[in-house]
């Protein structure tokens, strides 16, 4: 199993910014491409960012391109989600996620953590 925890949530002003972070354990993830997805209450989860295995690449949704920025320690076993600019519609429950390597996607995630909530007030 791989256990994901999240931290770094809050409630901050529109555009400010914040800095979530997922630590792994129980299983190391250097071999897994990770993401983050965030939920409002009776919607559908929402894909935020993914990252691949290596680092090498990342792939964004079209909504928080430019604004957020996902990264990875995979000496600290930690995925990172810096978010710039935000905006009320933002405010969200977010989800680190990881999936067994392969081809950089949006879908196929097997681990999941907890979530953590972010507010953006206006």
């Known amino acids: 199993q791989v256990q994901l925890v999240e931290s770094g949530g809050g409630l901050v002003q529109a555009g400010d910014s914040l800095r979530l972070s997922c630590s792994a354990s129980g299983r190391t993830v250097s071999s897994y491409n990770m993401g983050w997805f965030r939920q409002l209450p009776g919607n559908e989860r929402e894909f935020v960012a993914t990252?691949?295995?290596?680092?090498?690449?990342?792939y964004y949704a079209d909504s928080v391109k430019g604004r957020f920025t996902i990264s990875r320690d995979n000496g600290k076993n930690t995925v990172y989600l810096q978010m710039n600019s935000l905006k009320p519609e933002d405010a969200a429950v977010y989800y680190c996620?990881?999936?067994?390597?392969?081809?950089?996607?949006?879908?196929?995630?097997?681990?999941w953590g907890q979530g953590i909530q972010v507010t953006v007030s206006s």
């Open positions: 990252i691949h295995w290596s680092g090498i690449s990342t």
């Open positions: 996620a990881a999936r067994k390597a392969g081809g950089l996607g949006s879908t196929g995630f097997d681990y």
